[in-house]
């Protein structure tokens, strides 16, 4: 009864460890990090402020991150009449936050950036209240689909 008994427990730590290390295998890409700021000021104006470089060549001053992560719920590459871009689907605290963030800034530039890259800096044209965000710039298929898995973690 004994020997049953450690059998039995020998194999549920086998099969436990087996878990953890299929799951250490599939979940292995960790997500980018995703941060949505407001822009202060554009070139190189010596203000406080994270400063970075766009593609355009531009320095862009940026407040604090008002978004990040946690309030995104799904990335994926998209295509809309031949543009390529990702859309970006918030959490509902996220959506929330975001519609705020958009409300406040109407007019002025939004920096998205993603593991400390400056990816976007669109002007808000109006709030966003839909719960999704959407990314575009000068992708390809491959770009968009690299971004989005970037920021998923994929």
């Excluded at 427990?9 to 799951?23: K, P």
């Excluded at 990335?75 to 918030?90: C, D, I, P, R, Y």
């Excluded at 839909?130 to 989005?148: H, K, P």
């Amino acid at each position: 009864m004994i020997a049953a008994a450690r059998l039995v427990v020998a194999g549920l730590v086998a099969l436990l460890l087996l878990a953890a290390c299929s799951a250490a295998v599939e979940g292995s890409a960790a997500p980018a990090r995703i941060e949505f700021r407001p822009v202060l000021a554009t070139g190189d104006v010596g203000q406080g402020g994270l400063q970075l470089r766009g593609a355009d060549g531009v320095i862009y001053v940026l407040g604090p991150a008002e978004l990040d992560g946690s309030h995104v719920a799904s990335a994926e590459a998209t295509n809309e009449s031949g543009t390529w871009a990702v859309q970006v689907g918030l959490t509902p605290a996220g959506a929330t936050a975001f519609a705020d963030l958009s409300g406040r800034n109407v007019g002025k530039q939004l920096a998205i950036v993603v593991d400390g890259d400056l990816v976007s800096a669109p002007i808000i044209q109006a709030p966003i209240t839909g719960g999704a965000v959407q990314i575009s710039g000068d992708f390809d298929r491959t770009a968009a689909t690299r971004l989005a898995d970037r920021i998923m973690g994929r």
